[in-house]
């Protein structure tokens, strides 16, 4: 409940509830935090991730330090064999996580050693196999068409086929909740089976997504008395995917399966992160591999949404912008006084921050400390609020500076006069032209002056930010040869409000690199080439002028 | 959990699980549904509610069926006192729900009857008062600085006046589950004081939203002894809050509070209409005022989300677009064989349906279900399979027919030889100028055949995509004048491979209304104007050849 109660005092009051919290469960010798981002996530609407996406997510989920990474179902899918195919490579470095591979149990009737989908979890190089089984007699009889012993069977084959060529296998009990509901003998003795094949742990699935915690609670305290290690892997059908997962560690479950950001077909599954920080912060457990692991948090879910270009949610527990965000008024004097009276934890705990929707955006404060950051003495007051002024100007016209600090630096710079242009544009032109086959060709002129020349060059290229790209590039060369070593590996352009269609402003970041560094910067208009061109240019710029600043100091 | 296991049968797997579902708990012979979107929700960071459009969200919720709606605190800013002021001159008409005003108790030290904020809330023609009060210690003393007997005849006080002047009294028990932490004793005083005072119930508040669903569970549970009827109002900062409000209502609580869609400060509060949804689905209450209320529920949610201009997150349990949404292949032959083995309930329920999603893992099952929603015969299995052939060809390349329905329809009529082109493009350019300050232009010139006639047009525009959309409506627009309604609602590009920087080929998605309809359309390329000029005269390729269709069979 927000409410604008004021408070009147400047005594802090004291939110460490530790006096009397709850009995809290304690943490198993061993838990798995299990990502399946990159299998049960990638089913999401709308989100397909190419080689190097995953790629660049398995790092990322690495750095924050999930003990697995499940990359995909090697043999099923072309993108997830090529997957594994390139982390055998070399290509996916772990420097704590285990690369698990999605599998299935053999098919009826066969052997598991001549089975080709066994076969490819196998062969995929890697540690773990994560194999799907139908745990509901119903699914098995049915739609498996087969016998309840013969899916008993195939359990047990597959599991010691892969045992005996070494490689750590879970299972996931497809339909787990359900079937147990309706048999629960059955489902029981899938688990028995589970145990004596040798596989390390049962992922109990609730795969339709339709229980509530009580009912996880439940069912998992019933079977844990099997003793076989239990996990869980929920869908938020019934908005409790995070909670239901909680319930099952409650129980006993000692693995955790879950997407980051919540990724994943229909209402997605538990949000890995809110499951991860729950724990962490209020169990008081140690799941991540060190201490400071959790206040990368924030930052690796905004990063991974990069990747996806999924657009994050404002309200996301944790990690969302609005999360930590208070709306004006006396609640604000209150927080003024103690911020933990209306925050559960301490932002920075995740790597988050509390922001004040008073004055929407960024704070003298924060500021001040990215200032520093970037080595700029922003102590003076009135230079800090000057500056913060221009941010706030600039953020309110739909600039962000959050994955910019090329731009951001480039800003200082101007804000503070150090910042002596290399070159300068005089002008430019983009022209995009087809016939009736529908092919395209694009050609760019840019026209600059740089230590005195004005050159102007024509470029080409596949649409109008790679044309402009190519220009610039050439108009700087003659001048500054090092522009031929930069490289734009990425651009993300975003509609900043979609209400408008094609009249929409956009927000466009581009990220450049010169084999040692690389950085982020950011245009803004309702016009995207403009905009681009911003981003393009001051990539550019930003390249030349800290390369002459490192070369001037190297001096 | 998502997997691909094949489904070989034609029997229907019956997925009433009735006979083996838990004991459910029974409803209370009262039971509140309480609806706070219209304050709490109003707290969201960039939600901005005028009178009208309270007006409007009251109406819809009333549709819908919440006994209360909270329609702000009169007296504590002008908007809030002129929506009650609206309601008292008719401009609001429920005709199932009650209307209530939040407040507070009076301040320190005064009389309730000479309050003004007290007096705001008891004109305001509200038949309800939501009385915030202080339940923590630790506030009271030291937020509030008042003395815990003070706070204790501050809410005595506000009720007794309140009921004496014939108003229904709710108190909202600020910090309840943080307070009863530090001092159960103090907080169960409050709740005695509230029911001797005469107010009809007491709403325990997770204010700052950090609780999980056991330690709710546990404290209503003590607290319920007392004999007072009790609420409950979570917010969602560790992602629990559609649990932890049913964790309350298992322990005996009969109101929940919460907001539509879960707006809100932070996090959000709890999603009013998935906590209805599990409550009338999973346990079989009748909390809406008609049986066929909860099939609204998609509608309403949906229609909210046009008043708030708050784009609905497709992964939203129940109502949200992906919510009964399928993706991988395999698992499509399962669908067509009994959509429930992979659905925990029928979307008909809450007025939502159920998708088939066209992507690279669609095999044939998908393709057959998809064509017949669209009212194509593909039975024909070599058809089917040239068409799913077809599909895989244009995904590889990077086309996603997922969300860009339009483009499959026309590439399904293009394959059975069903489309005839009501338009023929020649040529097109567009051309992007900027000088030295760095402001650009843009114009495009489109050149088609429509109708016999050839047709050359210029647009400007705020970018190519948008010149080239005003060029070629003007085009278009002798031949047929209603392309003149369509609208571009919304352009989307995605980089496919984003390690190519500019180079990358990239896919544009654009949605067009014309009023009645909207459809997306698709295009792709590692030209960005190239991929955007296929969406974009696609999207008015489908727009003429489905309302000449529409046309054709209305004669």
Not at 361 to 369: D, E, T
Not at 391 to 415: C, H, I, N, P, W
Not at 495 to 510: Q, Y
């Amino acid at each position: 409940m927000s409410t604008d109660q004021p408070l009147s005092t400047h005594e802090s009051l004291s939110t460490n509830e530790s006096l009397s919290t709850p009995v809290l469960p304690a943490q198993p010798d061993s838990f798995h935090v299990y990502d399946t981002t990159l299998r049960d996530g990638a089913q999401q609407e709308g989100l397909r991730l190419s080689v190097a996406d995953k790629i660049r997510i398995a790092t990322l989920l690495d750095e924050v330090g999930v003990n697995f990474i499940e990359g995909g179902w090697p043999g099923a899918n072309p993108n997830d064999t090529e997957f594994f195919a390139a982390a055998a490579r070399g290509d996916l470095l772990l420097k704590h996580a285990t690369l698990a591979a999605f599998g299935s149990t053999r098919r009826a009737g066969g052997r598991a050693a001549d089975d080709p989908l066994v076969a490819a979890t196998r062969d995929s190089a890697a540690q773990v196999a994560c194999l799907v089984a139908k745990s509901h007699d119903g699914h098995v009889e049915r739609a498996l068409r087969t016998t309840l012993d013969e899916n008993l069977a195939m359990i047990s084959d597959t599991v010691a086929h892969l045992r005996s060529e070494g490689m750590r296998v879970f299972i996931d009990c497809e339909h787990f909740f359900d079937g147990y509901r309706r048999n629960p003998a059955y489902s029981r003795e899938v688990l028995r089976t589970i145990a004596e094949a040798g596989a390390e742990l049962a992922v109990l699935c609730d795969t339709n997504g339709g229980m509530l915690p009580q009912w996880i609670t439940e069912i998992v305290g019933e079977v844990a008395e099997l003793g076989l290690p239990l996990g869980i892997h929920c869908h938020n059908d019934t908005g409790c995917a995070v909670a239901n997962s909680m319930a099952a560690v409650d129980a006993g479950a000692m693995h955790v399966q879950g997407t980051i950001n919540g990724y994943g077909e229909r209402t997605g599954n538990a949000d890995l992160g809110t499951v991860v920080a729950n724990l962490e912060l209020k169990y008081g457990w140690s799941v991540l591999p060190h201490p400071d692991s959790l206040t990368e948090l924030t930052r690796i879910s905004h990063a991974i949404t990069a990747v996806t270009n999924v657009a994050g949610s404002p309200r996301q527990p944790y990690v969302g912008s609005s999360a930590f965000a208070h709306k004006a008024g006396l609640h604000a004097s209150a927080i003024k006084v103690d911020p933990n009276l209306y925050q559960h934890i301490d932002p920075a705990l995740v790597g988050n921050d509390m922001r004040m929707l008073i004055s929407d955006m960024a704070g003298r404060a924060s500021i001040q400390i990215k200032g520093e950051q970037l080595g700029f003495d922003l102590s003076d007051r009135d230079l800090a609020a000057r500056i913060t002024g221009v941010v706030k100007e600039r953020e309110a016209r739909g600039y962000s500076y959050e994955a910019a600090d090329a731009s951001f630096e480039l800003l200082l710079r101007d804000t503070l006069d150090q910042l002596d242009k290399p070159f300068s544009v005089i002008n430019w032109r983009v022209l995009t032209n087809a016939g009736r086959n529908g092919d395209a060709d694009t050609e760019a002129t840019v026209k600059l002056e740089a230590k005195g020349d004005v050159q102007a060059f024509v470029g080409e290229g596949n649409g109008p930010v790679d044309a402009l790209d190519h220009a610039l590039r050439r108009a700087l060369e003659p001048a500054f040869p090092a522009v031929m070593h930069y490289d734009l590996t990425d651009y993300r352009v975003r509609i900043i409000d979609s209400g408008h269609g094609t009249d929409a402003s956009v927000r466009v970041l581009i990220d450049t690199r010169d084999g040692e560094h690389t950085w982020t910067t950011v245009g803004v208009g309702t016009n995207v080439i403009e905009a681009s061109w911003e981003a393009l240019s001051d990539a550019y710029l930003y390249g030349l002028v800290t390369v002459r600043d490192r070369e001037a100091t190297s001096v």
